[in-house]
C-alpha cells in the first residue's frame, strides 16, 4: 500500500451509476423495454450511457426524443414525460439488479473504509427505490452510514445541497470529506460544497473524457480511495 496521506478524510461520499456499480446494462435494457412498448426504434446502450447521471427522467428525455426525432424542448411542453415515466418506472423496477454488476475493488475498499472506522455516504441522482434494489442485490447497503437519493431532498446533483447534507448530519467541515465520482456532474457538485473530488475514468461523464472537469485527481479504481486511510487504522473486517 502506498503512504497514508498526513490528513485523513473522516468521510467518503461515492456516486452510485458509473462508480461503484455498472448499471448501464439494465438501464438500456429499461428504455429499450419502453421504447418497444411505444412502438418506437430502440437506442444502443452506448447512447444510454452518455445520457445516466441526472436521474431516469432526464435519461427518458433524451431516449425519447432521440426515438422519435423531436426537439428534447418540444417532449417537455407535450407533457409525454408525466404519461411515460410510471409506465418506464414498472420495466426499470423489473430490470433493476439484473445485468448490473460491481466494479473492480468496490467490495474490497468500503470493507477497508468500515475497517478505519470512516464515514461513508452514497450521494446519487437515481431515485431511492431503485437505488436501494441495487445495494441490496450487490450486498453493499449496510456498508453505507447515509444514502442520499435523486428524490431525498429538494434538490440534486449538481446541486451540492446533497453534499452538504452530509456534512451536516456528521458535523463536519468541507476538507475533512471526500467525493468519489464519475462525471462532470459530480465534479461541479462536490466544487459547490467545497469538497475535494477524486474521479474513475470508466463511468458516463456523458461521452466525454472525466480528465476535462479537472477533478483534483483522477484514480484507475475506487481502491485508491484507502491511501487516505492511515494504514495503522485499517483492520480486517469480513
Known amino acids: 500500500m502506498t503512504q497514508a496521506l498526513s490528513i485523513p478524510f473522516d468521510l467518503v461520499m461515492f456516486d452510485l451509476d458509473g462508480t461503484l456499480v455498472e448499471t448501464a446494462p439494465e438501464i438500456a435494457d429499461a428504455v429499450n423495454d419502453l421504447l418497444r412498448d411505444q412502438q418506437l426504434p430502440e437506442v444502443c446502450e452506448h447512447l444510454i450511457r452518455a445520457w445516466i447521471g441526472q436521474g431516469t427522467r432526464a435519461l427518458m428525455l433524451h431516449a425519447y426524443a432521440h426515438a422519435t426525432g423531436l426537439e428534447e424542448e418540444t417532449v417537455r411542453r407535450t407533457g409525454t414525460l408525466d404519461i411515460l415515466m410510471p409506465r418506464f ?10 445485468r448490473s454488476r460491481l466494479y473492480p475493488d468496490v467490495l474490497s475498499t468500503l470493507k477497508a473504509l468500515r475497517a478505519a472506522q470512516v464515514r461513508i455516504a452514497l450521494v446519487t441522482n ?16 449496510h456498508f453505507f452510514d447515509m444514502v442520499v ?90
Open 89 to 98: 418506472a414498472a420495466f426499470y423496477a423489473e430490470r433493476t439488479g439484473k
Open 126 to 141: 437515481k431515485e431511492q427505490r431503485f437505488t436501494t434494489t441495487v445495494l441490496m442485490v450487490h450486498g453493499i447497503r
Open 149 to 238: 437519493a435523486g428524490d431525498t431532498l429538494e434538490a440534486k446533483k449538481p446541486d451540492p445541497l446533497p453534499v452538504r447534507y452530509c456534512l451536516d448530519a456528521f458535523k463536519l467541515q468541507p476538507d475533512r470529506a471526500l467525493f468519489v465520482g464519475d462525471s462532470e456532474t459530480d465534479v461541479a457538485t462536490a466544487r459547490a460544497a467545497g469538497v475535494p473530488i477524486w474521479a474513475v475514468p470508466y463511468g458516463y461523464n456523458h461521452g466525454k473524457p472525466i480528465a476535462l472537469a479537472s477533478p483534483d485527481r483522477i484514480i484507475p479504481t475506487v481502491a485508491a480511495v484507502v491511501e487516505a486511510v492511515p494504514t495503522q487504522s485499517l483492520h480486517p473486517v469480513d
